[in-house]
């Protein structure tokens, strides 16, 4: 292999592990995406079945009413959430086949600096072509999902900011000692003196 083939080779390489990288670190995204939209559900359901009338409401003409159109809004909501799960689901089914997708090409172009069979590279462009269609399409899924979220309770940034904190909730902490803690701390350390 010349000289210029083993860039090149290099280069294909680095590309698939680049969008390997961007593949995972949006797959990540729309899993979060995806718990947040189930968390909502379940919290719709939950709250659909603690709206069960009481019995002296039954007869109340502006209880039933007002009653009848809060059902209305949370049926709706419920059937925008669900129209949303099902855009990221398909979002995140697309990105975990692009990910396999990247990682065989990977896989072929490693495979081709270690076997001289220049038809593992077609393979691989082949593969990274489809895994490029593939990003670009399960991005949209996603997009999808969040273009259709409701302008008035939820933005993207409140939506992304709500995935974001349930992320940040599940790393493990560590104890960080008050300012003023280790303030008197160095205080403490003694400093040797020159001897003259």
């Not at 680095?14 to 729309?30: E, Q, Y």
């Not at 939209?37 to 409401?57: E, F, N, T, V």
Request: aromatic residues 6%; charged residues 20%; contains cysteine.
């Amino acid at each position: 292999m010349s000289i210029e083939q083993s860039n090149q080779l290099i280069l294909l390489i680095l590309n698939s592990v680049l969008m390997t990288f961007l593949s995972t670190a949006l797959l990540g995204g729309a899993w979060l995406r995806q718990n947040s939209l189930s968390q909502q559900l379940s919290q719709i359901r939950a709250h659909y079945q603690r709206m069960a009338p009481p019995l002296d409401i039954r007869n109340d003409e502006d209880s039933r009413h007002h009653l009848q159109i809060d059902l209305k809004k949370l049926r709706s909501d419920r059937y925008r959430i669900r129209n949303q799960y099902v855009w990221s689901r398909l979002g995140m089914v697309t990105l975990h086949a692009v990910l396999l997708t990247f990682g065989i090409s990977l896989f072929t172009l490693a495979l081709r600096s270690l076997i001289s069979f220049d038809s593992l590279i077609s393979i691989a462009l082949v593969l990274f072509t489809i895994g490029s269609g593939g990003l670009l399409a399960g991005t949209g899924c996603i997009l999808i999902d969040i273009a259709q979220g409701d302008s008035d309770t939820e933005a993207l940034s409140q939506s992304m900011g709500k995935a974001l904190a349930q992320a940040l909730k599940k790393l493990p902490r560590r104890k960080i000692k008050p300012l003023h803690a280790r303030a008197t701390s160095r205080s403490t350390i003694t400093r040797p003196t020159m001897m003259k």
